[in-house]
């Protein structure tokens, strides 16, 4: 079983950064591969961006590519999103996620991931 809490989502001008960080519980966490998805209001839930559970490969959407960036610290049970150049349609409940998987490689389906956070506002003014 693994817990995850987000933290670190406010409200931000356009153009600007944010670090969300996602701690996770249980000690099997660098088994797992990680995701951030985020849903805008009135939209589906979407994948942001994925890493494996080695923090050697990522995955990136197109819309935050060069933007975001994934990472994770095994040591810290950690995963984080660093969000730079942060524009209004960034304005989501962003949520990290973890799966299982046998092969390093990071999910980019929702259905392969096996726990999810309650998620955090970030909310980017024009």
């Known amino acids: 079983q693994v817990q995850l809490v987000e933290s670190g989502g406010r409200l931000v001008q356009a153009g600007g950064s944010l670090r969300l960080s996602c701690a996770a519980s249980?000690?099997?966490?660098?088994?797992?591969?990680l995701g951030w998805f985020r849903r805008a209001p009135g939209k589906e839930r979407d994948l942001v961006a994925s890493?494996?559970?080695?923090?050697?490969?990522?995955y990136y959407a197109d819309s935050v590519k060069g933007r975001f960036t994934i990472s994770r610290d095994n040591a810290k049970n950690t995963v984080y999103l660093q969000m730079n150049t942060l524009k209004p349609e960034d304005t989501a409940v962003y949520y990290c996620a973890a799966g299982h998987r046998f092969t390093d490689s990071p999910p980019v389906n929702d259905y392969e991931y096996d726990y999810w956070g309650q998620g955090t506002q970030v909310t980017v003014s024009s």
């Open positions: 890493i494996s559970w080695s923090g050697g490969s990522t």
């Open positions: 249980g000690r099997t966490f660098s088994s797992y591969a």
